[in-house]
């Protein structure tokens, strides 16, 4: 939401009309911008989800229409994300030596964030192999929701006595239900696991205990792509460029 707050408040403060943007996808809107491209009365389009990207039919159908992307880059269009890698890479470096066994918690999507921030995790063990065994990479995400998190955990429940590290990359959301459930059963921080978030949302210091998490600089990034929607209104055919901004480790009380 604040990435998207940034973006609309910049493309107002730019004058950018019309340009639709969208983080999520539905049918309806698919079609509606469809038809829009038809009739040629878009000036151009951010979305923040390449299956929305795909049903405008490829670069043929967009002709020369404007297009950025949002945390995910396709060779044919000008995107902005973060070093989802990096993140990764960041999460796996903290919690690297500290836990007898590791879990990356992934989507079951296939989602190119989802891949290259768990690529980065293991990055990050790739030098000691001993630790490296220890890491399994589960693709059981479905949402990122708070209770898809809780559900979750009361399930699948750390061992006590087995300190297990868990990555939950996909999104703090599911890592506070994950939080949540094991506290609630009585499993201690730092004894029995340790957790590190997504997306370092404003709930994530606030938890009990605050939840270390990845941060992406979302409000830089909106504000980047409303930038580079203007630059590609004046020149639609630009070479498509793309922008990568860094992650940082927010540290709380999880790791």
């Known amino acids: 939401l604040s990435m998207l707050w940034a973006l609309t408040r910049r493309l107002e403060t730019l004058g950018l009309h019309p340009v639709v943007y969208d ?28 299956k929305f990207l795909s049903t405008l039919g490829g670069k043929k159908r967009r002709g020369n229409l404007p297009v950025v992307t949002l945390e995910f880059s396709v060779p044919s269009a000008h995107s902005v994300t973060h070093d989802n890698f990096g993140g990764g890479f960041l999460a796996g470096e903290s919690l690297r030596g500290q836990a007898d066994q590791y879990l990356v918690l992934a989507s079951k999507r296939e989602e190119i964030p989802s891949h290259q921030r768990a690529e980065g995790f293991l990055k990050a063990f790739s030098e000691d192999a001993r630790e490296l065994k220890k890491v399994r990479v589960l693709n059981v995400v479905r949402g990122n929701q708070l209770q898809e998190g809780y559900d979750y955990g009361l399930r699948n429940r750390p061992r006590r006595g087995t300190r297990t590290g868990v990555f939950s990359l996909w999104g703090d959301y599911f890592g506070a239900g994950l939080l949540r459930a094991w506290t609630e059963q009585g499993l201690g921080v730092g004894q029995d696991f340790l957790l590190i978030g997504y ?54 009380e999880t790791d």
Do not use: C, H
Not at 202 to 229: H, N
């Open 23 to 50: 983080w999520g996808y539905s049918k309806n809107t698919g079609a509606l911008t469809r038809r829009a491209v038809d009739e040629g009365s878009l000036g151009g389009m951010i979305f923040g989800m390449p």
């Open 199 to 252: 997306d370092n949302l404003d709930m994530s210091p606030t938890l009990k205990p605050a939840m270390t998490s990845i941060r992406q600089p979302v409000r830089k990034m909106g504000e980047a792509a409303a930038d580079l929607m203007a630059e590609v209104m004046k020149d639609p055919g630009m070479e498509p460029k793309r922008l990568v901004f860094p992650a940082e480790l927010v540290k709380g």
